[in-house]
């Protein structure tokens, strides 16, 4: 089957899950091709085609909006089986008014649900499925669009077997070691890192020693490490910009306990199901993470890892301190690798994904 893929941006190194599902898609047999709205400054993609390339084009798009991108890829789209569109914002936008009377199916993940939808009603209705990445927003969309309900289908993104099939870490430690915490993801709000900071120093002032690696960049990246020095535990945290895969499993090898304290904006921004999060589990790694959107999904409290209040900087730090004894986050890890292997098969999510595109092309109504 031909399908043509519509993103903001590829590649982007904070959504590894699309390149994943494209390559996934790739492997069963797929022919699929990609457009993406932006071009990333550094690292553009061999065969990918671009609509907003540069500084010009994309002063340009503010004049003309998304119309003109569609007019000029409407003839083009027209030549495929199917149109995935990732993200409820812009790309879904322009697949709208560019498919014609292709079928279309609609990625939905967080910001770009919560935040930076568009038009979703007249997407949703006109989409022949809707697929989304955590049972949270699947639930969101069912109240929120009733008439469309039996179209919204869970899809988690999964982890690859290169990830499932590796023995988790054996993470040998000596009495009275540090807690090494590791934290994943852009800094940006939602991820909520000033909260783990302000835990760091909370489990400082109570006698826990405790070392936060964060793999990552982002916007806040010289805010963080100026609240970290101003709270006492600059010495203590580390921030490591992106990373490419290998250096993050080093990472999770390296730590005792994943942290995902993410909480809501004010805009409304959340994390949906953060990848990194199952990444880790899949390694062993107890988590602690905040009791929203899909976070629970994955951490089940008091067996995978612990639920915390988001924002509650106290409840972050007494759940990180009840995990700096081995005895006690070993069971946690083992039920946490557990879990990712049961729940977050990247190859069972990716056949269904791929029988629902199929299913897209060949049906005139909505995929139930």
């Not at 457009?35 to 390339?53: C, K, Q």
């Not at 992106?242 to 942290?259: I, L, M, S």
């Not at 304290?261 to 409304?268: E, F, H, L, W």
Request: aromatic share 6%; hydrophobic share 45%.
């Amino acid at each position: 089957m031909r399908l043509a893929y519509l993103v903001g941006m590829y590649p982007q190194a904070s959504e590894t899950f699309i390149a994943r599902e494209i390559a996934g898609l790739r492997a069963r047999g797929h022919a699929l091709d990609i457009f993406s709205l932006f071009a990333p400054v550094e690292g553009r993609a061999e065969g990918v085609t671009y609509g907003w390339p540069n500084a010009v084009a994309r002063l340009l798009r503010k004049v003309t909006g998304t119309s003109a991108l569609a007019r000029r890829w409407r003839r083009r789209l027209g030549d495929y089986d199917a149109v995935v569109a990732h993200f409820g914002s812009e790309p879904s936008t322009v697949a709208l008014e560019a498919i014609g009377d292709n079928p279309l199916v609609i990625s939905l993940h967080a910001r770009d649900l919560y935040v930076e939808a568009e038009r979703l009603e007249e997407k949703i209705a006109r989409a022949a499925a809707v697929v989304t990445c955590t049972a949270a927003n699947a639930d969101f969309l069912r109240a929120a669009h009733p008439a469309h309900a039996e179209k919204i289908h869970l899809v988690y993104h999964g982890l690859p077997r290169a990830w499932l099939d590796v023995p988790p870490s054996d993470r040998q430690r000596y009495p009275d070691e540090p807690l090494r915490i590791v934290a994943v993801g852009r800094l940006v709000a939602k991820k909520g890192y000033g909260v783990l900071i302000e835990a760091c120093a909370r489990l400082k002032q109570d006698g826990v020693v405790s070392h936060l690696h964060v793999v990552g960049d982002g916007p806040l990246r010289e805010v963080l490490q100026e609240n970290a020095w101003q709270a006492g535990v600059g010495d203590t945290v580390d921030f490591a910009g992106w990373a490419a895969e290998r250096a993050v499993r080093e990472a999770y090898a390296w730590a005792d306990v994943f942290c995902c304290p993410s909480v809501i904006t004010a805009d409304g921004d959340r994390d949906g199901l953060p990848n990194v999060l199952v990444e880790a589990m899949a390694t062993g790694l107890p988590a602690v993470g905040s009791a929203i959107s899909g976070i629970p999904e994955a951490i089940e409290d008091g067996v995978t890892g612990f639920l915390v209040p988001p924002g509650d900087a106290p409840a972050l730090a007494a759940a990180l301190a009840r995990l700096r004894d081995l005895a006690a986050r070993a069971p946690l890890g083992t039920a946490a690798a557990v879990r990712a292997r049961a729940r977050f098969d990247g190859e069972q999510w990716l056949d269904m994904l791929s029988g629902l595109l199929v299913q897209s092309a060949e049906s005139n109504g909505p995929i139930i």
